[in-house]
């Protein structure tokens, strides 16, 4: 929260304003944070309030609906940061598997199981199955234990690469 | 990786001697699921789980708000383009964004389903055997580890690590009969008893998913199938839960006819066969198996949280009715 409050003021180092300014867009209580500190701002300074607090989002609206024009401007400077970023998350991808693969205890043995064992079910079209799975959801005691957590697999990132 | 080798011995170990369980402990580690059951309806919280099956992993976070309306949750991806489910008691949407897709669950009558209130607890004792293992500790709580073991290879065996003074199931996971872990759901951070603004319940994309696609599905809980035009004997350890009719986009109405044996649910949808036929046979999801076949005039699809081996001889329980 202080740190919205020092990027509307300008105190934060490019780094910082880099980082908050990634969360802002990512993470919609942030930005709405964001935008209601500029309104208490303007408030106490007296200034009128020319935009509508709906503003943003309906030039969002706007901007989605016109098309793409595909012309990026590549900078030396900027596909180095792109390869830096890419470099990091590799980094992180790389450590998560260790730990993930570190965790499992039935690894070694799920390789040897799959030698044997017939053909493992095939992953099906998600977006197919989707509904089912959501009508099937309702009913299952899962969702009593969990609530809300089991429905996860509907959303899945990675229905469509599987 | 000690910790889980230790339950994957636990659940050897058990493999043999599970018939001497003591009926204390049982009791013990049922009143334990019974807490885990109420205190997701009860207890408000917010937190970021990981969702683990297979080689997949994927972060959300979770809003979950109780007052006097009922259930409020909001679910949002962390990993990868942000994906949102909200429901508010029985209704569920979820926002596919890349598809430009609403898909909307709306049950026609209020109220929980009774059948899905803690007595649904009452078959699980007949199926699995309740154990209360050790205290552990998940996202900085300490929990209670209550283990589900199989009686049969019809079923997975079930973990939970519940919070000690909630109830909360801070880790869930499924197992297989090789004692693999199917599917996995962990907080890493939570914060219990937390106040939430109704604006957090609120979905990132009310506004702009106005101009996407909806698909509903629908029921009424009060709208019994009576005929499905097939019959189905009975798998052992699965009680039929519910038979209705309802809608699914995109297809006619159908019937589903729901099993459960207190811990996984199957459920078997019986539609017209469609002109053009899906994928059929088997395929997974995590714990969740699918199996889909055409028979006759009609097309079976069998979904639920239970061994490939199990859904499909679910599946092959269903014969057309003898005229």
Known sequence: MDKISALVDGELNEQEVQFNLLHLKQHREYSETWALFHLIGDVMRDEPLLLRHDFTSRVCSCLDREPTIMAPRFTYKRVAGYALSAASLAAIAFVLTLVFNTDNPFHSNQQQVAQVTPPAPQPVNQTKINEYLMAHQEFSPSTTMQGVAPYVRTVSDNQENR | ???????????????????????????????????????????????????????????????????????????????????????????????????????????????????????????????????????????????????????????????????????????????????????????????????????????????????????????????????????????????????????????????????????????????PLPETLPALGPASYGAINIYVKPQTDRMITVVGEAPPSTIKLIADSVTPEEK
């Open chain 2, 1 to 271: 990786m000690r910790y889980a080798l230790t339950i994957s011995f636990l659940f050897l170990q058990l493999g043999s001697s599970w018939v001497q369980a003591d009926p204390g402990q049982t009791a013990d580690a049922m009143a334990w699921l019974q807490k885990v059951a109420a205190a997701s309806r009860r207890i408000s919280y917010t937190g970021t789980f990981v969702y683990h099956h297979g080689n997949q992993v994927e972060t959300s976070r979770i809003w979950h708000f109780v007052d006097a309306g009922g259930e409020h949750e909001r679910l949002a991806t962390l990993d990868g383009p942000l994906r949102e489910i909200v429901r508010n008691n029985e209704d569920v949407t979820c926002y596919l964004p890349e598809k430009e897709l609403v898909l909307i669950e709306k049950r026609n009558s209020v109220g929980r389903f009774p059948a899905l209130l803690p007595p649904q607890l009452s078959g699980i004792t007949e199926n699995y055997v309740p154990i209360k293992t050790k205290r552990d500790r998940v996202a900085g709580f300490s929990c209670q580890v209550i283990l589900l073991k199989p009686k049969d290879d019809l079923r997975y065996g079930r973990y939970f690590c519940a919070e000690l003074a909630t109830g909360l199931p801070l880790r869930v996971r499924t197992y297989n009969s090789d004692n693999e872990i199917v599917e996995s759901f962990a907080f890493t951070a939570l914060s219990i008893g937390s106040d939430i603004s109704k604006m957090m319940l609120k979905s990132h994309f009310a506004a702009e998913s106005k101009y996407w696609h909806v698909d509903r599905t629908a029921f009424d809980q009060d709208n019994i199938a009576g005929d499905v035009g097939r019959s189905i004997s009975q798998v052992p350890g699965f009680k039929r839960l519910a038979a209705i009719k309802r809608s699914l986009p995109g297809h006619p109405a159908m019937s589903q006819i729901v099993y459960s044996d207190g811990v996984a649910a199957v459920s078997i949808f019986i539609e």
